[in-house]
């Protein structure tokens, strides 16, 4: 099995709850993580949760284009102006 590093944002008190469960299991952080989001994912499996589920706005996103080097150029020329 390949590993990947995944950095994340999470509330500070939510890591002290990780960094006291690794503590308790004579566990580091790294695995105490792995373990438990893969028994989140397998509790999700199991209860059969839907994409209905999870996005219950229906909502999309909306495909734009990109802009062309033409309009990046005449925003870079709007944005020098305003400066």
Request: zero cysteines.
């Amino acid at each position: 099995m390949a590993t990947a590093v995944l950095n994340v944002k999470i509330d500070e008190a939510l890591k002290e709850r990780l960094r006291h469960y690794a503590e308790v299991n004579n566990e580091n952080l790294s695995v105490t993580t792995e373990k438990l989001l893969q028994l989140a994912f397998e509790a999700v499996e199991e209860v059969g949760v839907s994409e209905e589920d999870i996005d219950n706005q229906h909502t999309e996103e909306e495909s734009v284009t990109p802009f062309t080097p033409k309009e990046i150029k005449a925003l870079r020329k709007l944005l020098k102006k305003r400066k």
